[in-house]
């Protein structure tokens, strides 16, 4: 079966899917028909693609919903389409992006290839067989997304007839209903799918990718936001039955840690692990030296060891996606794509540990919170800085050095020719080295202007911090990217969601031998031995204690890969933490003292509790089906 990399075809794909939404519900004479879709092998092969196309870009910076929407980074894109989610300006009449109907007419595409590719002339039973438990899969993994936004939805189980009279319309089925039909297909699913793919097929539909899907749809339906603390519990819908669970279930949390476990051991039995640079590879990127800087930099970016990514979205990236918009900022032609413009917020420079392993707040030898900000000189040849810091960035996890940068921090980027506006001639360090040394103030390089009369209204750093996760360090300023696999699923992502679901059935142990896994490749002590250490050493000993030093690890090592504007939701967190404008530091100031000056980084930030904790259905389906209820505030 040939296939192509969804690189060449994505353009292709969407604008079948988009044209042809509506082709199969009505067929006017002469147009195409189901016969001509599933006509032979390379029709059917092209509808299989088609299906793969309604799968929302998880990559694209402008409008995904969950890629810069959290509170982990504010952007200088504030009017973007994604911003109207950390805003709260979204609603139902105006829901900005939607994947209620996109996501149906998905599913509607994937049923009508079920019920057709047996057909299909010259088409093996094999190739048939992947082709129906591809199709399964995406059926299971659009369930998850709808659910993961909206809560209950409408349960489809084949092609509908398009005729059905209003009165037969579906309603929203209960929580646990939703859940069960979307478990049972990526099951069902699993049994006819190989465990990897490689090649012309990689992207597609795996085993390990349906059972992985399958522990986070669980682990999800387990989570307080759908297991009993609902603040939106007591919605019904038509005919009078609760959508969600009215009180705690347990077995819910058993059924996830089971789920982790059958996917663990596939994903290793499979060959997946966590990402380590091999000394002698990528040798054209000298930077970062420290090698456990750069297994962590190169993680998800390097196609040449993809062991990590589970599942991947290979649709590639715009020339202004996160690579243009995170590298430090340049002048001119030659800096078209250094927009310097990813910010992670001090929210999350304080999650990062210090090097200990521990909370900064937790570590008896890093400074009180008061003299954070006590400028110092960086600690001679030290891997991450040079020159003046606060102490606040000293002694730190290894991941906050690889991931993000500020003030006189090292940027391992690409250096441009000589002549123009280039990295070599505005900032220090340099082609030569593979790195630029951070000049963030006003009338630097990286600063929001020349001076406080010429200030950016764009292509700058609201937080005074900026990005280098997802960045390969060869990119040059003047060209956008370097292609790389955007995850969907990660086997960070699975250790993580089995050590959460492992303290929910009081495994601690076993969480903390899932925690140190990540932590080990981070460069971190294990967890009993970072908490010996601690301020509260029986933190890491108890139930509470340990989920919340679980949560941390995964805010921390899940950073920049979507997961923090539905973890924050699913822990019923996220009206702390994104309902107002979060702070950096002080990004006018034109002196280093005056710089480290915690500052709020002037943007709207908006979360209307219990409202926003889903997604408003679209009014328009609502008018379409008066049996859905819409969820509670909007």
Known sequence: ?????????????????????????????????????????????????????????????????????????????????????????????????????????????????????????????????????????????????????????????????????????????????????????????????????????????????????????????????????????????????????QKFDQSKWDRAYEACQEAVRMAEKSGFALYRAVPGTNVNAPEPADMTQRSLRFAIIDKGNLSETIWGNTKGQSNNDIQAKSAPYAQGDKGRFALNAIAPTLAMMERFYTDKGLPLDEDPSFPGRKDWWKVVDAPAGCSYAEGKVPAFVCHRDPRMYAWTTFENGYYEIAGDKPEGSNYDKKYRRGKAEGKIVMKMMIGEPSGRGANLNTLRNNNYSPSGFLNKRLVDPLKPASSPKINYIHPYLTMADLYLLAAEAAVEVNKLGEAKTYLDKIRSRAGLPSVDDAWAHAAHPDKANG??????????????????????????????????????????????????????????VQVSRAFTAPTNYLMPIPQEEIKKNPKIVQNPGY
């Open 1 to 245: 079966m040939k296939k192509k990399l969804l690189y060449s075809i994505c353009s292709l794909v969407m604008a079948c899917a988009v044209a042809s939404c509506d082709y199969l519900d009505i067929v006017p004479d002469g147009t195409p028909t189901e016969k001509d879709a599933f006509a032979n092998q390379g029709t059917t092969e092209g509808y299989l693609y088609s299906c793969y196309g309604f799968i929302p870009n998880n990559g694209n910076t402008q409008s995904a919903i969950d890629f810069l929407s959290g509170d982990e980074v504010v952007t200088a894109f504030e009017s973007d389409p994604f911003a109207a989610f950390s805003q709260g300006t979204y609603t139902a009449i105006s829901p900005h992006m939607s994947y209620w109907d996109e996501l149906m007419g998905g599913m509607r595409y994937c049923y009508t290839l079920i019920n057709n590719v047996d057909g299909v002339p010259g088409m093996s039973k094999k190739m048939a067989s992947d082709y129906k438990a591809q199709a399964k899969f995406l059926i299971g993994y659009f369930y998850y997304l709808l659910i993961q936004s909206y809560g209950p939805v409408i349960i489809v189980k084949g092609v509908e007839d398009v005729n059905v009279p209003i009165d037969k319309f579906k309603a929203r089925a209960p929580m646990s209903e939703c859940v069960d039909f979307a478990a049972n297909m990526l099951d069902e699913a699993a049994k006819d799918l190989p465990p990897t793919r490689d090649g012309d097929e990689y992207g597609l539909a795996t085993s390990v990718a349906a059972k992985t899907l399958k522990a986070k749809l669980l682990v999800m339906a387990a989570s307080p936001l759908f297991n009993g603390y609902a603040p939106h519990k007591n919605i019904k819908n038509a005919d009078g039955v609760f959508l969600f669970e």
């Open 543 to 600: 139930k509470d204690g340990m989920r919340e030093i679980v949560r941390q690890e995964r805010l921390i090592e899940m950073y920049m890969l979507n997961q923090n504007f539905w973890d924050l939701r699913r822990w019923l967190m996220a009206e702390r933490c994104m309902g107002k404008a979060p702070d950096g530091v002080n990004i006018l100031a034109d002196n280093i003292d005056a710089w480290w000056k915690p500052t709020q």
